[in-house]
């Protein structure tokens, strides 16, 4: 990655190191701490870095936390009680309304949940940033779920781009304010994207693509899930025709049944085409990652059509 972009990045494939590098930067923190987390489930990892949250207020830190509205469902009401006893402040995603509202609206209902805030982010001063696959939950972590902890990645990264990421938070946070989205469209970030609407979604879909298509060596798809689109597949023929060096790792079984026959439709039909695919064994892998050439990207985003 470009000097320009990140002046360092540490690579975390362990959930314990993850989350212990986490507590370790909040404990260092002087100013204000961001964090978005799809799932904040309030076990023994979530328990631990509210703790630590807890300990940054009482240091007058600024603390900010956004969980998202289905994926920590279960957890909501304790995390909000903990927050306001600790004065942290705390802001729910597209919470899911009372029952009579979903009937009431019922079609707006369906498009709210299916628009998530998957995103994994810390942020620490607004000078280091952690962007992973990596939920607050017991499950990545090898010490509190043993040989059944869910295999993810992550970066810690510092560096100029780091601004973006922060700046990101906000706009989550503060509900995509025009001024804060007309901001990101007048600046150039060399590394980190966010696929926060329709339009984003499509061009970080299309960019993709050519890079499947103009690849020279090889590419290397990491994904939980994977039902991708027409294009995507077209794609990923083209560049194994050209220099056959496509691979695909799936995990052997995910949390999601239907998603999980619907991938395995798709990956039978690239096998005839000479497309590596491997299922990792150990555990459920949850990584997303995409590798191509001497490009890389790494995020929360899954490999689904949608």
Request: aromatic share 10%; hydrophobic share 40%; charged share 25%.
């Amino acid at each position: 990655m470009s000097g320009s972009a990140f002046t360092s990045i540490r690579f975390i494939s362990s959930g314990d190191e993850y989350y212990d590098l986490i507590v370790d930067e909040i404990n260092q923190a002087q100013v204000e701490i961001q964090i978005e987390s799809y799932i904040f489930d309030f076990d023994p990892i979530g328990k631990r870095i509210l703790l630590a949250l807890a300990e940054a207020r009482q240091r007058n830190v600024v603390v900010r936390l956004m969980v998202d509205g289905i994926g920590s469902l279960t957890s909501i009401s304790q995390i909000r009680e903990y927050c306001q006893v600790h004065k942290i402040q705390f802001r729910v995603y597209r919470a899911i309304p009372y029952i009579g509202s979903i009937f009431k609206h019922f079609t707006r209902f369906l498009k709210a949940t299916n628009r998530r805030n998957h995103r994994k982010v810390v942020v620490i001063d607004k000078t280091k940033a952690f962007v992973a696959s990596f939920n607050i939950s017991r499950v990545h972590s090898e010490k509190e779920s043993g040989s059944t902890a869910w295999k993810d990645l992550a970066v810690l990264v510092q560096g100029p781009e780091v601004k973006k990421i922060s700046s990101l938070t906000d706009a989550y946070w503060l509900r995509f304010p025009f001024s804060v989205m007309n901001r990101h469209k007048r600046i150039t970030f060399l590394r980190v994207r966010s696929t926060h609407s329709m339009a984003s979604r499509r061009l970080a879909k299309k960019q993709l693509i050519e890079r499947i298509k103009i690849s020279q060596e090889h590419v290397r798809i990491l994904t939980p899930y994977f039902v991708p689109s027409r294009k995507v597949i077209r794609a990923l023929i083209m560049a194994a025709k050209k220099h056959g060096q496509v691979e695909i790792i799936v995990p052997n079984r995910s949390d999601f049944i239907v998603v999980d026959l619907a991938g395995r439709y798709v990956l039978r039909k690239l096998l005839k085409y000479k497309i590596n695919v491997y299922q990792y064994q150990p555990s459920f892998m949850h990584a997303k990652s995409v590798i191509i050439d001497d490009w890389a990207s790494l995020g929360s985003h899954n490999f689904v059509f949608k």
